[in-house]
């Protein structure tokens, strides 16, 4: 039987008869009709208010700018998009203020005259009895037609736009692009409550990537409840009530088209040579939509070479038509498609055309440094935006992952992402995902070999030159609604270092030629020379020249030749002839120094998570043939105290009570024979396992020992830390508290169950862990009497604190030109002292790379504008989109899904978004995460408290209570009006960072707090309290300093490394103070210790701003870290 879902009688999918169903099918149609008229009716009641509201907003200059787009008839996924151009009536043209005027007049006479009547009509008393309002209902036809006449005016002056924007696109060279579909409105003429909903289930759909199935089942469910909602009373449906349910559509592809959410793009086909890799756009032939490719590769790689002929594509099937369809592919997004996405929301073209050098010393971001403030544009000029016209600078990052995730034993997957961001943007905003670009995603399984990833980056190049001269005019920006020319520009590649080299053209940094930045080679140079002032740098005139041979070679072998003599290869890159190949190729900070130089050295140097290796012998010791008549055990014991004794006396026999307990383990005959061959017999004359033992010893230390560096002092290369002290270490990292935005890292260090760390967890390791529990280990007045693996102990932190410091300086969120050449003092301290400290380590790339950051500081600014961490975090959301794991389809999968996922992020943004969708940015904003409005603030942020609670107006005064008497006294104290009630909130929000109370969180109640004309302190927040003064609410903070260190009580280890800007305090806290949000500087990280048997606490400032002012070290407090990763 079927099911019935009629409106008439309410049915909600019940099973009837046939002749039931076809009854209630009639029915229902019938009172359809009778719904439409009455919504008729309806209609043209309200004709007269409608066009006394038109005709009062109504002017030539303003109502009368643009077409009219006409009201869609239908149910919304069958409606057309087209807008309705009526023709020109050449009559308005003589007087159309003077028929306005008298429209107007006509109209006011016509509702003074009928409003009195209106008020008091009712319903018709009998079937005869006539409509009384017919006279009127005919003058404001008139009025209507009239008026329809005067609407002509907007076409006419839509055309002559239209004419102008034609001259101004004749009178320049640059190409032209339609951007109109980036101005169009989502959903017109839908109700509100039909909006929300399609809106849910997109989300649902583009975000939670919920299957069609669970979003029809959502649609029927939405409409089931609003149905529900709808007939609580009992009554049954009106006319619009069952107008509104069926406007909700059931089938969600349809919705989704109707957003708009799907890039522009490109689908080339791709060589499946693994060792061509060429792409080929599609054609067309006439008006078909059927792309077509060549059938064989035609890619030749080197001029005297035949072509590749790989077969290009295979036939396919649809329906009854077969179709050649590529067999590998490669989907490339449009850049200028993607450049007039952002230049249709509001406030943005704003922002892009504001971003310039600000400061001549202090560098905030990367418009502060010295490559785009001399940058110049085609026409000579600085590369800032002007009135005429937008200037853009943009980076790029090429990177390969695992679809897989790692997850899937055996998947050895890989796949390339091309992606681009928008440097002109503020960081705030600037690696949002509506605001990057992904260019296209490589194709796998396996990562392009050398210089075929150029087939790739040619249609984003392609783009590029374009962009550059003459420039790309759009037709239409949101601030510039007849059109604007947008020039674009590539500024720098941010990659990891085998990406880099594979985009740039470089060799690997295996090969001779190793550096992209210098002409230093391993044969020659090594990768541990550190005399810079040697260094001669490449120059981008004969990088172009190498790279241009290299791709002119004949064949093979001459490419080959030309390649080995320079290192340089040609790349897509040298298309763009104002880019930079030498000073453009950044080294990437996050690589270089966290998962570079931090990881090697408290892993490879200090030997964190490696097995200790076998000590070679220090000491040559041999024994005659052991006797037949000694026991098992006895021999054993033999062999095994020879093998200590060869030994580094500081690793086996560390101090004399160790050895003799280790030595009385063995029995005494082992013993007695092992001093019978050293010719040390004890003189007692009973000697027990103590004097046998004793006399090993002492022959013991009076050898002289050949070792390599660091086995006299168990410090060796690798292995300085020991077992016990890795046990030290790990229980002061689990003791350290920290705020929740800095990483956390594994209570198990050096152990690999916790698995392989990230960039952001060595950063924690390496600036915050680490260096506190090796001062407080390995620090002190080191003296003569001292051992010598203190001494040396010492000398190893030194040369440690000298790579922190180097760390801190160079990745500091504002930087100055002393910050870069402190930097390159720390390096070159830290890797000379590498050098003496451990002769046998070899140097690696990355040592030679780091010196080399320093120039970049000064060209690009602070890392944060130049470092793949957002570039990462693109990969993992990519990475997380849902694919059928089919290799050749799963690349588009994911490419088309993220960029969906982009626009719908950047929907909420445009004017064309419906007002119900941008009002619910909030709820949508929980859903994806941090969400921002359209526009930064701009002035002081305000804070606002992360309670959900029912308070969240701030009007229920039910959740306010009287303060504690500990609470007013402390208002008191500090001098603040005491207010009688508050509210108790555990955590807010204050500059994007989180701060709570200790109860709620110790770690982001640890802050430093700036009191006037006062060194700032460190405090803990007790309480946070939320007060009304007069129409506005206020939030204080209740917190408690930490009282400073007793003068003379100890000598404060930590101040050695001022870079460090960490320092000893009394871990016993003062009375309560109340400050307000402003005065927090930043969290701190706090370590508790016990020092001469007082509990102390080591506090170290998580600001992530340090500034070199003039020869003294100082940090800036006034920064959010939420930012850095």
């Known amino acids: 039987m079927p099911r019935c879902f009629c409106l008439s009688h309410g049915c909600s999918g019940e099973s009837l008869t046939q002749r039931l169903y076809a009854k209630h099918q009639r029915e229902d149609k019938t009172r359809r009709v009778d719904e439409a008229l009455l919504r008729a009716e309806r209609a043209c009641q309200g004709q007269d208010d409608a066009i006394s509201d038109y005709i009062g907003s109504l002017t030539l200059s303003d109502g009368v700018t643009g077409g009219v787009e006409d009201a869609a008839a239908g149910r919304i996924w069958c409606r057309s998009e087209g807008r309705h151009q009526p023709a020109v009536n050449p009559s308005l043209a003589d007087g159309p203020l003077d028929i306005l005027c008298q429209i107007e007049h006509d109209l006011s006479a016509l509702l003074a005259a009928t409003r009195p009547q209106m008020a ?133 592809a349809s919705v989704l088209r109707k957003f708009h959410l799907e890039s522009v793009e490109t689908v080339y086909a791709v060589c499946p040579n693994a060792k061509c890799h060429k792409t080929y756009a599609p054609k067309f032939s006439g008006k078909s939509p059927i792309p077509v490719y060549p059938k064989h590769c035609e890619h030749r790689r080197y001029r005297n070479v035949a072509a590749c002929g790989t077969r290009l594509t295979r036939p396919r099937s649809f329906g009854q038509k077969v179709v050649e369809v590529p067999i590998k592919r490669f989907v490339s997004f449009s850049f200028k498609d993607y450049v007039g996405n952002l230049v249709s929301r509001p406030g943005y073209e704003d922002l892009l055309d504001d971003h310039c050098g600000k400061s001549l010393d202090l560098m905030s971001d990367i418009g502060d440094g010295d490559f785009l403030r001399d940058f110049k544009g085609p026409d000579g000029t600085t590369f800032g935006s002007t009135s005429e016209e937008g200037r853009y600078a943009f980076s790029l990052c090429v990177d390969f992952f695992n679809p897989f995730s790692n997850r899937q034993a055996g998947q050895k997957y890989s796949v390339g992402i091309v992606s681009v961001a928008c440097l002109n943007l503020p960081p705030s905003l600037r690696y949002k995902p509506e605001n990057m670009f992904l260019a296209g995603i490589i194709p796998g399984p396996n990562e392009p070999p050398t210089d075929t990833i150029n087939h790739y980056l040619c249609p984003l190049v392609d783009d590029l030159v374009d962009f550059w001269d003459p420039g790309i005019w759009y037709t239409k920006t949101h601030d510039h609604p007849d059109g604007r020319l947008i020039r674009c520009a590539l500024a720098l590649v941010v990659c990891d270092l085998p990406a880099a080299r594979k985009t740039a053209g470089y060799a690997a940094a295996s090969h001779e030629h190793f550096c992209s930045l210098c002409h230093c080679t391993r044969s020659h140079h090594g990768y541990g020379n550190i005399e810079t002032d040697t260094w001669v740098r490449r120059t981008n005139k004969e990088c172009r020249m190498d790279a241009e041979a290299y791709h002119q070679a004949a064949d093979e072998g001459i490419m080959l030749d030309q390649f080995n003599k320079t290192g340089i290869r040609w790349s897509e890159l040298t298309r763009l002839l104002y880019f930079d190949m030498v000073r453009c190729v950044v080294i990437d900070s996050m690589h270089n120094l966290f998962l570079g130089l931090v990881k090697e050295h408290f892993t490879a140097i200090l030997g964190i998570g490696k097995k200790a290796p076998a000590e070679k012998p220090v000491l040559a010791v041999t024994f005659k043939l052991i006797p037949g008549s000694y026991s098992d055990k006895a021999a054993k014991g033999i062999e095994t105290i020879r093998t200590w004794l060869e030994e580094p006396v500081a690793v086996r026999f560390p101090c004399r009570d160790l050895g003799l307990k280790r030595l009385m383990r063995f029995n005494l005959e082992a013993l007695t024979f092992v001093c019978r061959e050293l010719g040390c017999l004890p003189s007692q004359a009973k000697p027990t396992k103590e004097h046998f033992a004793g006399r090993i010893l002492d022959w013991r230390y009076q050898q002289n020992e050949i070792y390599d560096a660091g086995a006299d002092s168990a410090t060796k290369l690798g292995s300085v ?289 700036a009191r006037a004309n006062q060194k700032i302190v460190p405090a803990q927040i007790e309480h946070i309290v939320k007060v009304l003064r007069g129409d506005t609410f206020a939030v204080y903070l209740a917190v408690r300093p930490f009282k400073p260190m007793p003068p003379g009580f100890h000598r404060d280890p930590f101040m050695a490394y001022p870079c460090l800007q960490a320092e000893l305090w009394d871990a016993e806290l003062g009375d309560a103070e109340i400050i307000l949000p402003s005065q927090v500087a930043c969290h701190f990280a706090c370590l508790p210790t016990t020092i001469n048997q007082k509990q102390m606490a080591v506090c170290l400032s998580l600001s992530r701003n340090f500034l070199i002012e003039g020869q003294a070290a100082g940090a800036v407090q006034d920064q959010a870290p939420y930012m850095d990763l």
């Open 120 to 252: 008091h009509l009712n319903g018709p008393s009998s079937a005869e009895h006539l409509f009384p309002l017919k006279a009127a209902m005919s003058q404001a036809r008139g009025i209507q037609d009239r008026l329809a006449a005067v609407h002509k005016l907007n076409a006419s002056h839509t055309r002559w736009t239209e004419g102008l924007k034609m001259f101004a696109m004749k009178s320049n060279t640059s190409l032209t692009y339609e951007n109109d579909r980036h101005h169009h409105r989502i959903l017109p003429g839908v109700h509100a409550i039909v909006q929300a909903c399609i809106f849910t289930m997109v989300a649902f759909q583009v975000i939670l990537h919920t299957s069609r199935r669970g979003c029809h089942f959502l649609l029927e469910m939405m409409r089931y409840i609003i149905q529900l909602t709808i007939m609580r009373s009992g009554a049954l449906l009106s006319a619009h009530d069952a107008a509104l349910l069926a406007d909700i559509p059931m089938d969600p």
């Open 721 to 1009: 830390i020991s077992v016990k002290e890795l046990t030290k270490i790990r229980n002061n990292v689990g003791q350290i508290s920290t705020p929740s935005w800095v990483a956390s890292v594994p209570a198990n260090l050096g152990s690999a169950a916790h698995g392989k760390l990230k960039a952001d967890q060595w950063r924690a390791l390496g600036t915050i862990h680490l260096p506190l529990a090796l001062i407080s280990m390995w620090f002190g007045d080191v003296s003569i009497e001292d051992s010598v693996r203190a001494r040396r102990c010492r000398s190893i932190l030194d040369v440690t604190m000298e790579l922190v410091s180097a760390v801190i300086v160079g990745t500091s969120r504002s930087v100055t030109r002393r910050n870069a050449n402190q930097y390159h003092h720390h390096m070159v301290r830290y890797l000379s002292g590498v050098k003496q400290l451990f002769p046998s380590y070899r140097l690696h790339p990355n040592h030679h790379l780091a010196l080399h950051l320093d120039e970049f500081l000064l060209r690009f600014g602070p890392v944060h504008g130049w470092w793949t961490f957002p570039f990462e975090r693109m990969i993992g959301a990519v990475q997380r989109m849902p694919h059928n794991g089919k290799a050749g389809v799963l690349e588009t999968t994911i490419g088309n899904s993220y960029t969906r996922s982009a626009n719908l992020r950047a929907l909420i943004l445009k004017p064309g978004c419906p007002e119900v969708i941008r009002h619910s940015k909030a709820i949508f904003g929980k859903l994806i995460g941090s969400f921002s409005g359209n526009l930064p603030s701009t002035g002081m942020p305000s804070a606002e408290d992360e309670d959900d609670g029912p308070d969240a107006d701030g009007l229920n005064q039910d959740c306010y209570l009287d303060l504690s008497d500990d609470l007013c006294q402390a208002f008191r104290k500090s001098h603040i009006d005491c207010p009688s009630q508050g509210r108790y909130i555990p955590s807010l929000s204050f500059m994007g960072v989180t701060y709570s109370t200790s109860s709620k969180h110790h770690g982001n109640s640890c802050v430093l707090i």
